[in-house]
């Protein structure tokens, strides 16, 4: 089965620093590889994706993304951190379930981030 | 588009007594689930489904039931609340077999429960 590992559960990071939070995925075959953001009291939104292809990954917000099959990593890095990035971060590896075509989701157990001003 | 709509968004429950969550979709996805989030455990399934009429198990079904009569809509029940399920629960739907997994999910804003 596939597992996600966030080592971080909390970072703080000063506005205008450079940003990079870690996952390690556990999966036999090639992943699909998610980061979502969630803000206090919000629901999960999609920053990006890792399907297949470029190993660097663009999203939304300035964030990107990196594939590293060699280390089974898929780490969350920003160049220059907003305040309003402040919240907590999920990765999540998409894996076939059962040789149906059901995909599903299994998530890390977040990041928060606080961002001092 | 409105996406994924959860209600309620707040419930408080005195132990033993029932309810039901509803989350409806607008974007004709397929699939739809159940999480629930509990702090430092990050998001675990409760149930899911792959189309209407059809459910499954997820990893923490225990004390819930589900039901998808209509391809919009995927129901969470709670027959006799415990305070151990007391969370923030999160629904979400996607598309079905490979765009689904491209795509990845679309989430509700959640429901926060108290069980007392």
């Known amino acids: 089965a596939q597992s996600v590992t966030q080592p971080d559960i909390h970072i703080t990071v000063s506005e205008g620093a450079s940003l990079e939070l870690r996952c390690n995925y556990s999966?036999?075959?090639?992943?699909?590889l998610f980061w979502y953001v969630q803000s206090p009291g919000q629901g999960l939104q999609l920053l990006l994706k890792?399907?297949?292809?470029?190993?660097l990954v663009q999203g939304i917000k300035g964030f990107e993304a990196e594939f590293k099959r060699s280390q089974s990593s898929f780490n969350l890095r920003k160049p220059s951190v907003h305040w309003s990035d402040a919240a907590e971060y999920f990765c999540a590896v998409g894996a076939l379930v059962g040789g149906t075509s059901y995909g599903k989701l299994t998530f890390g157990q977040g990041t928060i981030l606080t961002v001092h001003p | 588009n409105a996406g994924v709509t959860q209600t309620p968004k707040f419930r408080v429950l005195k132990t033993g007594q029932s309810m039901t969550l509803l989350c409806a979709q607008d974007?004709?996805?397929?699939?739809m689930y159940w999480y629930r989030q509990d702090p430092g455990m990050g998001l675990r399934l409760i149930h899911y489904s792959v189309g209407e009429g059809t459910t499954a198990k997820g990893e923490v079904p225990d004390g819930y039931n589900v039901s998808r009569l209509k391809k919009q809509n995927f129901l969470l029940g709670l027959e006799s609340a415990a305070p151990s399920q007391t969370s923030v629960y999160f629904c979400?739907?996607?598309?079905?077999?490979?765009?689904?997994?491209?795509?990845?999910?679309?989430f509700g804003s959640g429901t926060r429960l108290t069980v007392v």
């Open positions: 974007m004709n996805h397929e699939y």
């Open positions: 890792y399907f297949s292809g470029d190993t």
């Open positions: 979400a739907s996607s598309y079905g077999g490979s765009a689904g997994r491209y795509h990845g999910y679309t």
């Open positions: 999966y036999g075959a090639t992943p699909y």
